[in-house]
């Protein structure tokens, strides 16, 4: 069960032409955003997410070769080598804009973060291929092991602190949950904890947090401060209108009036250029991307693949809500990227990877 040699017309090329598609369209709305700015040296970002989409690419293909079912087997060294360097960020990592959330080899800058979210599918893939439920549903005491995994890594990460790829870590994981078998009463008793939790979770957060969330019930409460960028994205995506102002014709991030143009609020930039149409064709591709990937959890060839193959579709599926819910004001400002399109290394390499095992469960099929 390691590398198979598969024939390329098991190949679906459906995903990876979206996906494709998505991470063109991504370069091209970067180009318009930076083309004359550096990301903290001489090359563009637009460059550099080229260079980082090769070697998702490269990736890609390994975990399209190495059969999905192996992945599974090494969940545990995958979750270690996660914990390992999300506390060598908290140690020793590189610290931006008051987060320290990077790990630094030499030329290379990555994000723990990213990579544990596919450690943590992993993790509830391997429960439900080694622990089959003869009733088809799972209760909390039997899940406390892989509960508690996936909660080290969401505790770690919102240390750093990134409060929004902790909550993305939760949200991929308890949907994927749900869709392998969580008892209704289990779902009922972990709303109540994390109601009675609240509290503590408001004070564990930093000041900073705190008035994100504020601003999010009230807009008007800073809006010079914690408000700008939010008010900003409105003024982009309104401005857009039906059809959009044009390539490289948006005001709002050609005069940089628009905060983090190029990461968390990317799409605001694509809205303002392309429209309300533009904007539905992107948000077409994403839902196309998502469909696809729930076929694939239909057929998969095993339990395992089937629960793995619908949280890839969570991984993607929350960001682009919880993103384009951002930009829109709809949700409160967290700091999640917008996949294929924000720019990011760790995201875009990783997304990448996570499309492959999506393939590589597709492929799998067949020889069982």
Request: aromatic share 12%; glycine share 10%.
């Amino acid at each position: 069960m390691g590398f198979r040699p598969l024939a390329l017309p098991r190949m679906d090329w459906w995903i990876v032409g979206l996906t494709l598609v998505l991470s063109g369209l991504g370069i091209l709305n970067l180009y318009s955003a930076t083309a004359t700015v550096g990301s903290g040296g001489s090359y563009p970002v637009y460059l550099k997410q080229a260079v980082f989409l090769f070697i998702g690419l490269c990736l890609a293909g390994l975990s399209i070769a190495l059969d999905y079912r192996r992945w599974i087997d090494y969940a545990y060294l995958l979750f270690g080598l996660c914990m390992a360097l999300l506390l060598f960020v908290l140690l020793f990592g590189k610290a931006v804009s008051g987060a320290q959330r990077w790990v630094s080899f030499g030329p290379v800058t990555f994000q723990p973060s990213e990579a544990s979210k596919l450690a943590a599918l992993l993790i509830i893939a391997r429960y439900v291929q080694r622990n089959p439920s003869m009733t088809g549903m799972y209760g909390l005491r039997e899940l406390f092991k892989p509960l508690a995994m996936v909660s080290a890594l969401a505790v770690l990460i919102a240390l750093e602190p990134d409060l929004g790829s902790a909550v993305m870590v939760l949200l991929i994981c308890f949907s994927t949950l749900l869709f392998a078998g969580l008892r209704l009463r289990s779902i009922l008793k972990l709303v109540l904890v994390a109601l009675v939790a609240l509290p503590l979770l408001w004070q564990a957060l930093e000041p900073y947090q705190k008035e994100r969330l504020l601003t999010y019930i009230d807009p008007q409460r800073d809006p010079l401060g914690t408000g700008y960028h939010v008010t900003q994205s409105k003024i982009a995506i309104g401005s857009g209108g039906f059809t959009g102002k044009g390539f490289r014709k948006g005001t709002q991030s050609q005069l940089h009036f628009l905060p983090e143009h190029h990461t968390d609020f990317a799409f605001s930039v694509w809205a303002e250029e392309w429209g309300f149409l533009g904007s539905m064709v992107l948000l077409g591709l994403f839902f196309l991307l998502l469909a696809y990937g729930l076929h694939v959890a239909s057929r998969a060839g095993d339990s395992e693949g089937r629960v793995l193959a619908f949280g890839v579709v969570s991984y993607f599926f929350w960001p682009v809500v919880v993103n384009v819910g951002m930009t829109l004001g709809l949700m409160p400002v967290v700091g999640v990227a917008l996949p294929f399109i924000s720019y990011g290394g760790s995201s875009l390499v990783t997304s990448l990877i996570a499309v492959g095992v999506l393939i590589n469960i597709h492929m799998r099929r067949f020889l069982f």
